[in-house]
């Protein structure tokens, strides 16, 4: 119960800054004339996921995750390092490691892309698209990706709930576009708007790039970044399959849905691990339009 209560205070208290932070943006963005950066329907439906998906990740890691984390933990490599504070940087670094290769998958892969898309289906950019999260990501097994390695290799269970947490939630704010440039240093190292602005794009050269979470090292080193000054102009949005509802368990369900029609359709599961489109090279009579 404790876990439970402990879940829902910091949902509590990070909705409020969240909401706090968009109403801001709207208003500034409505002073300075830009119109369309917001759409109060499309809004309050990202609103209503944020808060669902955050419901149902609090319940699944409290319920859940805590007890299998035990588990798993007792068969890694139960590692210490020797201070605290090199468990705050190699916690730190392995965490946000881990979410790229996570985040990686979720493009790559039709599996993850069926949850990963309702963050990408918006075709605007602000801070409630930040909250465009689907809820299947803890249902469908996909969290376990970044729990079970961490667990693993044998941090302590609520360092690694708090290390997650500080991830997704620095992730919030680069979420805008009335933020630029950040200094030269720190878009080198660190994920910034301008850099995610690029991985929400739908044109060629933006798919498939800058998928780091906090930090853009991983995205630099292994040849995923591209810069937004070379990205050209950039398009919200997906490429197929594009949402035209604003329903929130539709803009959570369809592509889910979608994904297992291909598969009953085609009687081919090789549809759930080949790529997001794979499905309409393979078989090009039969191309979704779902």
Known sequence: M???LHALSFVLIAGSVFLVIILAEAAYLRRK?????????????????????????????AIFVTQFYDTVHQWGLQYTPPNKWATIVLLFFITDALF???????HKVRYGWSVHAT???????????????????????????????????GFDKMSVVVAIELNLFYQF???????????????AIFNT??????????????TDTNFGGVLIIWDRLLGTFV?????????????????????????NLDEWFA??????????????????????????RHASTT
């Not at 376990?144 to 693993?152: D, G, K, N, Q, S």
């Not at 810069?227 to 102009?233: F, L, M, N, P, W």
């Not at 994904?259 to 090009?284: E, F, I, N, S, T």
């Open 2 to 4: 404790d876990d439970i």
């Open 33 to 61: 004339q830009v119109h369309n950066a917001y759409d109060l329907k499309e809004s309050m439906s990202n609103l209503t996921m944020g808060f669902v998906y955050k419901m149902v990740d609090g319940a699944v890691v």
């Open 100 to 106: 790229y290769c996570l985040h990686y998958m979720m």
């Open 119 to 153: 963050h990408h289906s918006s075709t605007r950019y602000n801070f409630s698209t930040a909250l465009r999260q689907n809820f299947l990501i803890d249902l469908s097994g996909l969290a376990l990706l970044w729990w079970v390695p961490l667990a693993l290799i």
């Open 173 to 187: 704010f680069i979420h805008t576009q009335v933020i630029q440039r950040m200094p030269a240093w720190y878009e």
């Open 193 to 206: 708007p301008s850099h995610h602005r690029v991985h929400h794009g739908s044109n060629p050269k933006q």
């Open 227 to 251: 810069d937004e000054r070379d990205a050209g102009k950039i398009v919200y949005g997906i490429n197929s399959r594009q949402p035209t509802t604003l329903n929130p368990l539709r803009l």
């Open 259 to 284: 994904m297992w029609g291909d598969v009953w359709r085609h009687k081919d599961l090789r549809v759930l691990w080949k790529g997001p489109d794979w499905v309409d090279q393979a078989y090009p």
